[in-house]
């Protein structure tokens, strides 16, 4: 099993839409977790970090469960410009700051 | 307000030519890790620095894949005798605490 493991898409939406994209973890000793977002050509950029009780950043809702070790992140009322590879990255264990990423879900937002 | 730069942007050269990639972290970010990434592909760690430890090189794919951090801050990735398969985008980010900023990376081709 991959230590992070995203559905790779691609996820094809209109624009308006509600998206959600799920992501699996292996090692229940993560501590951390983020969605970062990658435009083609371009470096990752920190989207939201993910809390335990779950946290919302505008159109943007991030949330953990790790009874079943997977976080999630929804996307309401997508734009265009949302049109990215969304990546889930979960740290090693303890304070070990080696982060573990996922190969990423695509999205595209269609007019 | 600098983020973390990197150079060359881009850099062509020839099969068995050695390379170095220079990459400059955010201010006071103890820690440094460099990416690969292939077109299409997801990130492939290479190697981590945090601090004066010993650094993390579990992902340096072979013995001509080198890097250096001196002072604490600029570090350098040394490939030596290049070749055609390391053709790839070399990221480099840094973190005080678990999120990670990338820079913009060194496109490198291998001819």
């Known amino acids: 099993r991959k230590e992070v493991e995203q559905d790779p898409g691609p996820f094809n939406v209109p624009e308006g839409a509600t998206v959600a994209f799920n992501c699996t973890y292996s090692n229940s000793a993560s501590q951390s977790f983020f969605w970062y977002r990658q435009d083609c050509r371009k470096e990752p950029k920190l989207l939201m970090s993910?809390?335990?009780?779950?946290n919302e950043d505008g159109r943007f809702t991030a949330q953990l469960n790790r009874a079943s070790q997977y976080i999630s992140l929804l996307i309401r009322d997508s734009k265009l410009s949302d049109s990215a590879t969304y990546l889930c990255v979960v740290n090693g264990d303890g304070n070990n700051r080696k982060l573990i990423w996922g190969l990423g879900t695509s999205l595209a937002v269609n007019p | 307000g600098a983020g973390v730069s990197q150079s060359p942007s881009n850099k062509v050269t020839e099969k068995g030519k050695d390379v170095e990639l220079r990459c400059d972290p955010i201010?006071?970010?103890?820690?440094l890790y460099w990416y690969r990434q292939s077109l299409g592909q997801g990130l492939e760690f290479l190697i981590y620095?945090?601090?004066?430890?010993?650094?993390?090189k579990s992902g340096l794919p072979s013995d001509r894949f080198s890097a250096e951090r001196t002072g604490g801050s600029v570090s350098t990735l040394t490939i030596q005798r290049t070749q055609q398969e390391d053709s790839a985008v070399y990221l480099c980010?840094?973190?005080?605490?678990?999120?990670?900023?990338f820079g913009p990376g060194t496109r490198l081709t291998v001819l």
């Open positions: 201010s006071g970010h103890t820690a």
């Open positions: 620095f945090q601090g004066n430890s010993a650094p993390d």
């Open positions: 980010a840094s973190s005080l605490t678990r999120m990670q900023f």
């Open positions: 993910v809390y335990s009780s779950g």
